[in-house]
Every structure is written in C-alpha cells, then in structure tokens.
C-alpha cells in the first residue's frame, strides 16, 4: 500500500515537472539524480531523503517549502 504522503508529493513533482515542460530525464538531469529514480518518486515508489527533495526543488526552481506545500505531514 502506497503512503498517502508520498503519492502527494509524487503528483506535486509531476505537475511541477510537466508546467515546465521538462521530462523525467529532463528533471533527473537538472538534479543529478537517475531518471528511474524520478519515476519512482512520482508513482510513489520511494521514500525520498531531504537532500534529493532540496535537489529535486533546485532543478525546478522552486523553494522546498512551496514544493512541500500541499504535501500534508498528518497523512501516512
């Protein structure tokens, strides 16, 4: 069963990701990180570390805090 936390932030990097029009390798390349690992978040397939959610929120321009934003810590 996936985490509701993780499939939140999961669709909040998809649809960062697809209105700047950048792929997943797009994204993965931006963050130095493995385009199957980019995936991976999006479907909610893993647990993300803090370091890789503040490259992930570089890549994309936008401050952690607004990429977490309707990521709701209560739910698990």
Request: zero cysteines; charged letters at 35%; glycine letters at 4%.
């Amino acid at each position: 069963m996936k985490s509701k936390l993780l499939s939140r932030f999961g669709q909040r990097v998809r649809k960062e990701r697809l209105e700047r029009g950048y792929s997943q390798e797009k994204l993965a390349d931006l963050a130095h990180l493995h385009r199957t690992y980019i995936g991976m978040i999006e479907r909610a397939e893993k647990n993300i570390t803090l370091e890789n959610i503040a490259k992930i929120a570089k890549a994309l321009d936008i401050k952690i805090a607004d990429l977490l934003q309707t990521v709701d810590s209560d739910e698990d």
